[in-house]
């Protein structure tokens, strides 16, 4: 399919890619926090908000409701950008649509803090809700944990880490090896295959075969926990989310892909933006629904 007409107008406002090497990260993440925290206004009001520390890692809880299930958050931005502010409005908007609560990992961002600061991070974040969710009212029998590129990645990553850490992986477009070679095809203002190399490197320099860090290789997936990976078709990491989600089920593990006609990467967190995004976030609280249920 051709690029979704919502695409092509995002890709259009976007520009070319932008090379990775005059990227100003300091910059760049105080202008992304400071349009986040700009548009805060207009973002979906739920029940409770809460800044939290989980042993030492920020952590964001959403609750929509008292007693909701809960599932951990980690956003993308290539372990290099983005934080709760950022995916702010977007957890609120999950939230509130979909009936679970999340708490969204502020885990530390390379290059300053590269692998394994930021699945560490997320480890023990995921370690503190299993202990302490039922006194911030939520229910974390059954945990999945819902990752956005880079996200995904830190969630699969922790899934091979600790396979009894997370019960169901989301994965959203998810890096799964830094060693795949990405077709320039696939490039555009999204994401490209020059930026991608760039933000592997400062994310894992040196670690590109850890199991933890190249996920789609990991040697033992059959122990990794059922999955759901969306991935667009318009997008770098396409063929390598869906290569993991083949692996997975050759293994024996339940695992559902579901590519995202016409669509570019990032497009699931801006619902505003994309039709699809909506259908998806719907969909996705369909999937958490029923995997909790097969699970019980």
Do not use: K
Not at 45 to 59: K, N, S, T
Not at 123 to 133: G, Q
Request: hydrophobic fraction near 45%; include cysteine; charge should be negative.
């Amino acid at each position: 399919m051709a690029l979704h007409p919502q695409a092509r107008r995002m890709l259009s406002e976007l520009g070319e890619p932008t090379d990775p090497a005059e990227i100003d990260l300091v910059e760049q993440r105080r202008q992304a926090r400071e349009a986040a925290l700009a548009a805060r206004s207009e973002s979906v009001r739920i029940d409770h908000v809460d800044d939290l520390d989980a042993d030492g890692v920020p952590v964001r809880l959403y609750r929509p409701r008292g007693g909701a299930p809960v599932a951990l958050y980690v956003h993308g931005g290539g372990w290099v950008m983005h934080d709760l502010e950022t995916h702010d409005a977007f957890c609120r908007y999950l939230a509130s649509t979909t009936g679970w609560a999340l708490l969204a990992v502020d885990y530390r961002r390379a290059p300053e803090h590269p692998y394994p600061a930021p699945l560490d991070d997320v480890v023990t974040a995921a370690r503190w809700l299993r202990r302490e969710a039922s006194g911030h009212d939520v229910d974390a029998s059954f945990l999945p944990g819902i990752g956005d590129s880079a996200g995904g990645n830190l969630v699969a990553g922790a899934c091979v880490r600790d396979p009894t850490l997370l019960d169901f992986q989301l994965l959203l477009y998810p890096a799964t090896d830094p060693r795949v070679e990405l077709d320039p095809d696939d490039d555009n203002a999204a994401l490209d295959a020059a930026s991608m190399r760039w933000m592997w490197s400062a994310y894992a320099e040196g670690a590109f075969d850890h199991p933890e860090v190249a996920v789609l290789r990991a040697p033992e997936p059959g122990r990794l926990p059922p999955a759901m990976v969306v991935t667009a078709e318009h997008d770098a990491l396409r063929d390598q989310g869906e290569a993991y989600v083949t692996r997975l089920a050759e293994a024996g593990v339940r695992a559902t892909g579901w590519r995202a006609q016409g669509m570019v990467h990032s497009f699931w967190r801006q619902p505003h933006t994309f039709d699809s995004a909506q259908d998806l976030v719907v969909m996705a609280g369909a999937v958490l629904d029923a995997a909790a249920t097969l699970n019980g």
